[in-house]
């Protein structure tokens, strides 16, 4: 099992650009999460999915966007990149909520310049 | 909205001593988890725990689950410098799980 898998690991884009962090998971996890790690900071939820087709806002959802087609995969989408969102994004997945145990991706360090 | 305070913000410590992080919240949570991230990684789960007055220990770590469920604590005796990280108390709210701050663990050796 790869577990969750992110791609890109490092990306720098400019201002106004857009694109796509990619997440997959490998364990059939109903439940998929997007979080953002600032320097020296907690993580904070962007989105969250709890099976194909639904998705839900979290804690700091503005400037992105978030689609669940498949069980496996949940992307993250920024449309208009500001440097606000330079950070590292993680991905985590778990089975169910109630015993939510969070498995996470390696992360994707994002900068915008 | 749903908070999960957490303190220290930072701590260094001397290799060999003790260590303590707390994680506190206004209303009663439904279960706490732990979680530890090393420099330059991502967080990995530790422990969760459910009942009140819950304690658990894994070798030189022991978590607790208050009594009223409100608040948590981690704490590591005799540091090593392998316990280097931030350490992530979370909690679930609904569906999804927030995490307090984090504690930054330095140990100098």
């Known amino acids: 099992n790869a577990g969750v898998t992110q791609t890109p690991k490092f990306r720098i884009l400019k201002i106004g650009q857009s694109m796509t962090l990619q997440c997959t998971q490998d364990?059939?996890?109903?439940?998929m999460y997007w979080y953002r790690q600032d320097p020296g900071m907690g993580l904070k939820l962007i989105y969250y999915s709890v099976g194909a087709g639904i998705t839900d806002k979290g804690e700091v959802p503005n400037g992105y966007n978030v689609s669940r087609s498949t069980t496996e995969d949940f992307p993250l989408r920024l449309e208009l990149a500001a440097p606000s969102q330079t950070s590292v994004y993680f991905c985590?997945?778990?089975?169910?909520?109630?015993?939510?145990?969070?498995?996470f991706g390696a992360g994707s360090r994002l900068t915008v310049l | 909205g749903q908070q999960v305070m957490q303190i220290p913000q930072y701590q260094h410590v001397q290799e060999g001593e003790d260590f303590t992080t707390y994680c506190n919240s206004s209303?009663?949570?439904?279960?706490i988890q732990w979680y530890k991230q090393r420099p330059g990684g991502h967080p990995v789960f530790l422990i969760q725990?459910?009942?009140?007055?819950e304690v658990k220990k894994q070798k030189r770590l022991t978590f607790q689950f208050g009594e009223a469920k409100k608040n948590s604590s981690l704490h590591i005796t005799a540091t090593q410098t392998t316990d280097v990280g931030t350490y992530f108390c979370g909690s679930e709210y609904g569906n999804k799980l927030v995490f307090g701050a984090g504690t930054i663990l330095r140990v100098k050796s």
């Open positions: 725990l459910v009942k009140s007055g």
């Open positions: 985590a997945s778990s089975r169910q909520t109630g015993a939510n145990v969070l498995t």
């Open positions: 364990m059939n996890h109903n439940y």
């Open positions: 209303t009663t949570l439904s279960n």
